[in-house]
Each structure stands twice: as C-alpha cells, then as structure tokens.
C-alpha cells in the first residue's frame, strides 16, 4: 500500500512485561512523538460515537453502563476466551485506530520520525504500513516477574493466556528489523540511541 505521509514511521512491539513502555520514555527523552496504540484505543472505545454506536450494534445494550460510559468488564468477559467475539472487536476497533494513527501523524510531519508503541502490531498487521519494526526482547520469567510486580491483581492463569494469545519472542524476532534487548544484561540507553542515531539519518532522506 501506498505511503501515507513524508515523516519516517516506526514501529514498536513486544509481549507483555518486556518494556515497551520504558523504552519508548527513552526515546520520548531524545524527542520523538510517541503514538501509545493500546492507550488510544482505550480511549477510543469509551469516547469515539462511531465506534461506540458499533459497539452497541455488535454487543448490545450491556456493552454501555446507564451512564453511558464502556462496561469494560462486561466487555472484557465476552472477548477473552471466545475468539469469534475477539474479532468482532478488533474488527471495530483497528480500522478505528488505524484512522486515528493517520491523524496523529499529519501532526508530526516535522518530526525527525514518529514512533508508533502497540503490543499487537504485528498480530494485527500494520505493521506492514510502517518504515521499519523494533520488537522488545526479555524472557519469559522475567516478563512474568514484572506483569506481578506492576498488576498484583493479575493472577497467574490471567497471565499465562495472555502470554499465550500473543506471539512468541521467536516469531517477533523474525518479523522485525531490530531487536532491543531488555534482558537486564544489556544497557537499554545506548541501544536505544543507536537506533535513533539510525531513523534520524534515514528520515533526513
């Protein structure tokens, strides 16, 4: 598909726990507009009318509380273990942020380059519409380690389906054009302004 703006646009992804976050604060600390894809979802799930109206066609009327406002666990109930209903979702909602990210980036043209941050990137194919794809690597322990740490809530049933509806560090690797390693035997700073060294260069041309 065709290019849609001038900007270089790169991509950021890797399983849950392997420090997405913390890697985009570094490179939102070298200047670099940030598009947070699971945040912008989010809201766009409880604040677009559009999508809210589909949500409503699609799941009825308990996908809304009396107040108008998403009945995430409602929502989140009938998604997690039923696939058909998991599409249905991400059929909405992706288009959504897709057009959302296309909006965002017409705003940061003067970027050196943008930065777009989703944990299902690759799952869901956009990355496809990108310059190039970093993945995140850790192992699994480790990311185990942290999801405990930052979501005490979560239990580890929870966690392990979470692990497993989402691609393997293997397959990520094998997709992406960098590897930043979040292992703890690496410094994260200057892998992450090499990389930024590398876009600046590319996005000049």
């Given at each position: 598909?065709?290019k849609r703006s001038s900007v270089l646009e790169v991509g950021i992804t890797g399983g849950i726990g392997a420090g997405k976050s ?27 009318e559009k999508l809210k109206h589909q949500l409503k066609e699609t799941f009825g009327a308990k996908a809304f509380t009396p107040d ?99 691609l393997s560090e293997e397959e990520r690797q094998e997709i992406a054009d960098f590897v930043i390693d979040n292992s703890g035997t ?20």
């Open positions: 598909m065709p913390v890697v985009c604060e570094i490179f939102k600390s070298l200047g670099i507009p940030i598009y947070d894809a699971d945040s912008r979802s989010k809201w766009l799930l409880g604040n677009d108008d406002l998403l009945n995430r666990i409602f929502l989140a109930e009938e998604v997690f273990h039923n696939p058909q209903q998991l599409e249905k979702l991400n059929r909405l909602v992706h288009p959504r942020v897709g057009e959302d990210y296309e909006d965002w980036v017409k705003q940061h043209q003067a970027a050196p380059y943008v930065l777009k941050e989703a944990a299902l990137l690759i799952e869901a194919g956009s990355y496809r519409r990108l310059d190039f794809l970093i993945t995140v690597n850790a192992p699994e322990d480790l990311r185990i380690e942290r999801i405990k740490a930052r979501d005490p809530q979560r239990s580890m049933e929870q966690i392990a389906a979470i692990i497993k509806k989402q690496r410094l994260l700073i200057p892998q992450v302004v090499k990389l930024h060294r590398f876009f600046c260069e590319k996005g000049k041309r």
